[in-house]
């Protein structure tokens, strides 16, 4: 495959959440494998599934796949990096500096600012420094989804200038001395990234709108970065094996329809497309099939049982959600998994019935107006925008802490300020201050996916002492966030996943993460699901059969469980939540059954 014969030694898949990339990384890895190189597959998401697709417990260092002779892989995990960052940085005053010193540094590192470079300091690594992975011929790197990877790439570029620029020794990190120790590895990490002898960046999208969209603003944005090599895989693409399933000619309808809108930038590039396959890319053998699979060519493994458990309709949550009047709803899960669309369709559907509704995103790579569509009286949408946030944060402290200080002193605060750690502070604060809109009526938040989400709740506590550092005080919405997402009958919290063992698996441990926190779920969404659904076409009969297994993981997981059909993207979002609608398509399935 060309695809294949053209790898550099650094390879970077990234795109939009639920494309596929840890699939097809894997998929690529384990072929170069075949091919005779040896091959370190690297995941840098806070959220990974490494494990599961490749079915190997991994760890934070380099694992052999015993199945795939020369393949190994690794987990960076940003909760063990954070800590040996800490201690790292922390060791050499131990003993130099008072107690009370050493505490206020450990306080300044425990923000989730500091896991995300901590991350990134196990990156640089294996980018910048060549005898951490000179027994491999290819590393390939599974990026988390499109807007924290695009921050991981900015990393280097931003530290780098700060470091230059800053004369004060601290900054929301603490200690600069460790920092600029690494400075050499960062300023070499970057050079590998801009470097198309040695380094291809992977666009990943399936053949919708939506995500090719994202794809696109993925190359512009990356092509600003300086990385100038970059091909685009099509994963997922399907061609209806028979023409009297309305459904599968609708799915390739979608796809053909999306790929004929192929902006300009990514008609440009090289492209490799892949089939939408019957089975689920978890495993070695699977993985094995995806990079020479043609959707006609593909062995059907024996059918699981279906289900005969019936699931109610989305509509069905409406008269829980809506009980007390007001409040936060938020969905959760996997990047990719429909979390915008249930938002916008709760947010409008709960405008119908006469509530006040704020509906706005927490995701870097924000798609909550483009799947709205048309204005709809009675709903106001934002987003977060990290760049605005941190502009009024930093005024904010600049006119708070700042007043008072000499010329030196404010000169030290403003390039505290200018570190990238505060943008994570300021958008923290954008988001209590939405939760806190929930006393006057409905707020709906389609967050980010999963791993930043939890950094974002991880954040609460530990940044009750950042803004103390800096501003002085706490705002009373932040104070009364955690309280509010515990508060079940204030905040509920809707996991939405797909029928797939990717996507279940990894909220099942979102929601054991919440749990800890004393933060429980009200209730799972399974989104696009073909269960309900009368389909005949051999590949989709085979995936919709294979959706028994995880519908009764979910119910067994779950306190509420809501089913969504598989639907057109031109479906009206109201259609999501007809019962009539969901009821007649469910009978129609089960008297077509296999």
């Known amino acids: 495959m060309d695809f294949l014969d053209r790898a550099p030694r650094h390879l970077f898949f990234t795109g939009k959440g639920g494309v596929g990339k840890t699939s097809v990384a894997c998929a690529t890895a384990i072929a170069l494998a075949d091919r005779g190189s040896r091959v370190l597959v690297v995941s840098t998401d806070p959220a990974s599934n490494l494990d599961e697709v490749l079915e190997t417990e991994l760890v934070a260092t380099q694992t052999a796949i015993r199945t795939v002779p020369r393949l190994s892989a690794l987990n960076i995990d940003p909760e063990a990096a954070a800590l040996a960052y800490r201690e790292r940085t922390v060791a050499p005053y131990r003993g130099v500096l008072p107690d009370a010193a050493i505490r206020s540094i450990e306080e300044q590192l425990s923000g989730a600012c500091t896991v995300e470079i901590a991350a990134f300091d196990e990156f640089s690594k294996l980018l910048g420094a060549a005898a951490a992975t000179q027994d491999f011929d290819h590393v390939i790197f599974d990026t988390a989804p499109t807007g924290h990877t695009l921050r991981l790439l900015e990393l280097p570029a931003a530290w780098t ?117 019957s089975f689920g890319l978890v495993g070695i053998r699977a993985l094995r099939t995806l990079l020479a699979a043609t959707q006609d060519t593909i062995e059907h493994a024996p059918l699981d049982a279906v289900i005969t458990a019936s699931t109610p309709p989305l509509s069905a949550l409406l008269p829980a959600l809506e009980a007390s009047g007001h409040g936060v709803i938020m969905t959760m899960g996997k990047g990719g998994v429909g979390k915008t669309s249930v938002a916008v369709s709760i947010a409008v559907e709960l405008v119908r019935r006469g509530h006040r509704v704020h509906l706005t995103t927490t995701d870097p790579a924000a798609h909550v107006v483009e799947a709205l569509g048309d204005a709809v009286s009675g709903l106001t949408v934002n987003r977060i925008d990290p760049l605005a946030e941190t502009r009024a944060y930093s005024d904010e402290v600049m006119k708070t802490a700042g007043t008072g200080l000499d010329a030196a002193g404010r000169a030290l605060l403003e390039e505290d300020l200018r570190s990238p750690c505060t943008e994570e502070i300021a958008v923290f604060r954008a988001f209590a201050r939405t939760v806190d809109e929930g006393e006057q009526g409905f707020v709906v938040i389609d967050t980010a996916p999963t791993g930043h989400t939890l950094l974002l709740l991880d954040a609460a506590e530990a940044y009750h002492r950042e803004v103390l550092r800096t501003a002085g005080h706490a705002p009373d919405a932040v104070r009364r966030l955690l309280p509010r997402l515990r508060d079940a009958a204030f905040t ?80 009206s979002r109201l259609e999501l939540l007809s019962t009539a609608d969901a009821g007649l398509a469910r009978a129609s399935a089960a008297q077509t059954s296999p």
């Open 492 to 571: 509920k919290i809707l996991i939405v996943t797909l029928p797939e063992a990717t996507p279940v698996h990894e909220a099942a441990q979102l929601q054991r993460d919440l749990v800890r926190a004393d933060i429980h779920p009200f209730a799972w969404i399974i989104n696009q699901s073909l269960m309900p659904l009368a389909v005949t076409d051999p590949v989709l009969v085979q995936r919709r059969a294979r959706e028994g297994r995880f519908h009764d993981e979910v119910r067994k997981l779950a306190q509420r469980v809501a089913l969504i059909p598989w639907t057109d993207t031109r479906t």
């Open 161 to 277: 200038g700060f470091l230059e620029s800053n004369v004060g020794g601290t900054s929301c990190l603490g200690p600069l001395a460790g920092l600029k120790e690494q400075q050499s590895l960062y300023d070499a990490s970057r050079c590998a990234l801009v470097d198309a002898a040695r380094t291809v960046l992977v666009l990943v999208s399936r053949p919708e709108r939506s995500a090719l969209r994202e794809a696109e603003r993925t190359r512009h944005e990356l092509s600003g970065l300086g990385v100038v090599r970059m091909e685009l895989v099509i994963n997922g693409l399907f061609v209806a094996l028979d023409a009297t399933d309305e459904v599968a000619v609708a799915m390739e309808r979608r796809g053909v329809v999306a790929l004929r809108e192929l902006p300009e930038g990514l008609r440009l590039l090289p492209r490799t497309q892949l089939p939408l396959l």
